[in-house]
């Protein structure tokens, strides 16, 4: 693992590649695994099963919730380490977004007949809340945390733009779901999320920067149960 690590120092930084240009290079496999999973292609295609789209809203519902610890921990240590603070400001707009996501969660669950009092969280949802968890130590480096931030996003990001990409015939009560994270202005936030972790990678250790490699590696590995899940492909 630690080999694999130093391997994309050389490649991000010495050939002028942004880091995390160099792992979706690396990672592509796993990273279309997580963006254009059975579940995601199910949506677009229009032949999706209704009863897994409702288990992830529950379960989507869950995560969403903890996410917003893990990126108020990524906001304090951006406004520590970043000086002109505009760092700061993206991740704030995030924080909102997920405040924005947490009211459009309660009200697509009422149009489908979930009730999200009690859902109870399955295996893959509470393997990664806890990875999630892990990471809000003030002893995960910021570029960690930001790389890890940004990888949750854009799998998100793109699935969605994916689906309403031409050719897909997406049934109509999902659009809004698709349009939620597959928007342009979701993808420029995405993008100004990379950014920063590309600037955070160029000037960390070899150490960090391997630290945070295994770290995408992990989101892309959780995303990918958590669509298992949603298509009840896991055990509970
Ligand atoms: C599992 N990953 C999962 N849920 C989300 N809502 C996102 C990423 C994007 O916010």
Redesign the pocket.
């Known amino acids: 693992m630690e080999g694999d690590g130093k391997k994309v120092v050389t490649e991000g930084v010495d050939c002028k590649i942004p880091v995390t240009e160099a792992w979706l290079r690396k990672h592509r496999l796993l990273y279309n695994g997580a963006t254009k999973h059975p579940f995601i292609r199910s949506i677009r295609d229009g032949s999706v099963d209704f009863t897994s789209f409702k288990r992830w809203l529950g379960q ?1 519902y869950i ?2 919730r903890s ?1 917003v610890p893990f990126v108020a921990s990524t906001l304090v240590k951006s406004w520590k380490e970043c000086g002109d603070g505009l760092d700061m400001e993206v991740i704030l707009g995030g924080m909102a977004s ?1 405040n924005d ?1 947490i009211n459009w969660f309660k009200k697509e669950a009422s149009k489908f007949h979930v009730s999200l009092t009690n859902v109870i969280p399955q295996k893959a949802n509470i393997k ?1 809340c806890r990875f999630l968890e892990s990471l809000t130590s003030s002893e995960t480096e910021y570029a960690v945390a930001i790389s890890v931030f940004w990888a ?2 854009v ?2 990001q793109e699935s969605f733009a994916h689906c309403l990409e031409e050719g897909g015939t997406i049934p109509q009560e999902l659009q809004e779901t698709c349009e939620r ?1 597959g928007n342009e202005a979701f993808g420029a936030y995405c993008k100004s999320l990379q950014d920063i972790a590309n600037r955070c990678l160029h000037k960390a250790s070899a150490e960090v920067i391997s630290k945070a490699e295994v770290s995408f590696l992990r989101v892309l590995e959780h ?1 990918v149960e ?1 669509w298992n899940m949603s298509v009840g492909e896991a055990g509970v």
């Open positions: 989507d995560f969403v996410l997920l996501e990664y949750i996003e799998v998100y994270w995303e958590f």
